[in-house]
C-alpha cells in the first residue's frame, strides 16, 4: 500500500508523538555513543579490541521548517557506532539536499528518511552549468537546492535585461579565480534557452526567499 501524503504531496509520517519519542530516543543513543566514545579515548593505548565499527549518518545543524527547502548547509554528518545505527537514517548529505521537509525539524537531530520529501521526479529533466557574470552574477551563501531566477542582461546601445528562467533549482553554485558557475535542473526542453542566454548575454542568478520556495 503506499504511503499516506500530506494535501501538498509530501508523505505523511505517523502520529507525531510516536515521532517525537523515536527521535528523543535517536537523541540518546548519539549522546551515549559520544560518552562511550570520549570513554575509550580516555582509556584507550593498550589492549588487543579494536574499535566497534562506526557508520556515518546525517543530523540537521539548524532548525528547518516543514516544507523549507534542505540546503547543504543544514546539513552536518557525525559517525556513531554499527550496533546502534538506525535503519532509515539518512548517511548521504546528497541525498537530501534540494528536498523539502515532510516536518519540522529541530537542530541536532538525526535525519530520517521519511522526513525528506524528494520532488516528483521528472525524466527529462537536465542538469546544465552556466556561466554567470563574475562580479554580481552569484548570491554569496551556501545555495545548493535553493529555488531561484536566471537574468540575462545584453550589453552596448539598447541592451536589456530580461528573465531566462523562474523558480529554477540550484543544483550547485561557486565562484573564484575571476569565475562563476551555476549548475541549474531544467527541462530539456529549456536548455537551448539557456545555452543560448549565456552565450549572447551576462547572466544572474537572483534567489528566492525561503517563505517564496
Known sequence: MPAARDRDGLPALCAGGRALRR???ISLLLVAAGVVA?????GGGGGGHGEPAAVQIVV???Q??????VRAGDLATVAVP???????AVIDPASAVGARAAVALPAGAPLMVAEIAQPAGRPGDRDVAVRLDAAAGIPAGALSGARADLYATTAGHGGRTRAVLRDVLVVSASAGDGDAVATLRVPERLVPVLVAAEGRSSLRLVVRAPEQM
Open 82 to 88: 554499527q550496533s546502534i545505527a538506525v535503519r532509515d
Open 38 to 42: 570520549a570513554l575509550a579515548g580516555v
Open 64 to 69: 528547518i521548517a516543514a516544507g523549507a527547502v
Open 60 to 62: 540537521t545543524r539548524n
Open 23 to 25: 527521535r528523543r530516543w
